[in-house]
């Protein structure tokens, strides 16, 4: 049981170059997140997919697209990275939408530099 | 506005001496949810607490405690017999609603360092 694993761990990008964050859980979890760490600062809210199927524009969405591909996997697309786009990027997943109690389970995060 | 606020970026505490780490939220939703989560230096965000907005007592886990006012919009995180151990970043969140995906807004953190 990996839990959420995400792919790369590091990378580092040119200015305009894309690439695409991979993200999977097997925990048979129903929603999917992904958040974006600058330093020392707290995580903000990239995208979210409630449900397989559905995908839904977080705190700072701009500059990013997502794939819900299935219910395992969730993924974040830089299209063309920019320099504020430097930062580590969380995938986290949760049981269910509904019930807010649970926590969420965090994946150990990619590091991003975008030169 | 600032929906989470940690006013303290840093704290330094003497090993086994209890710490609060304090976290005032800012909310018109009466259904809401609020954690702490713990990020040692190799950077894996991992859980500590949960208190919902309805709960009638304040949460527990172990040495981990969470003091919650509901009418002053705190939830300040206790840790009891502080360890070496607990040396991190800490991470107050809000989870706003009841219902749908849990979309969490965090405070920038605290630094807390223990002393031998």
């Known amino acids: 049981n990996a839990g959420v694993t995400q792919t790369p761990k590091f990378q580092v990008l040119k200015t305009g170059q894309s690439m695409t964050l991979q993200c999977a859980q097997d925990?048979?979890?129903?929603?999917m997140y992904w958040y974006r760490q600058d330093p020392g600062m707290g995580l903000r809210l990239i995208y979210y997919?409630?449900?397989?199927?559905?995908?839904d524009k977080g705190e700072v969405p701009n500059g990013y697209n997502v794939s819900r591909l299935n219910k395992r996997e969730f993924s974040l697309r830089l299209e063309s990275a920019a320099p504020s786009q430097t930062s580590v990027y969380f995938c986290?997943?949760?049981?269910?939408?509904?019930?807010?109690?649970?926590?969420?389970?965090f994946g150990p995060g990619t590091r991003l530099t975008v030169t | 506005a600032q929906k989470i606020t940690q006013t303290q970026p840093g704290m330094f505490v003497q090993e086994k001496e209890a710490v609060t780490l304090d976290c005032t939220y800012d909310?018109?939703?009466?259904?809401?949810?609020l954690f702490w989560y713990k990020q040692p230096s190799s950077g894996e965000m991992i859980f500590l607490i949960y208190?919902?907005?309805?709960?009638?007592q304040n949460a527990t886990e172990g040495r981990y405690s969470l003091n919650f006012q509901k009418a002053r919009k705190s939830a300040n995180l206790v840790i009891s017999a502080s360890q070496l151990g607990d040396s991190a970043m800490y991470f107050c969140a809000m989870r706003e609603g009841g219902q749908g995906a849990q979309k969490l807004v965090f405070g920038q953190g605290t630094r807390l360092t223990i002393n031998p």
């Open positions: 909310t018109s939703d009466p259904s809401y949810g």
């Open positions: 208190q919902g907005s309805y709960d009638q």
């Open positions: 997919s409630a449900s397989e199927g559905t995908t």
């Open positions: 925990m048979n979890h129903n929603s």
């Open positions: 986290a997943s949760t049981k269910r939408g509904g019930d807010s109690s649970y926590e969420q389970y």
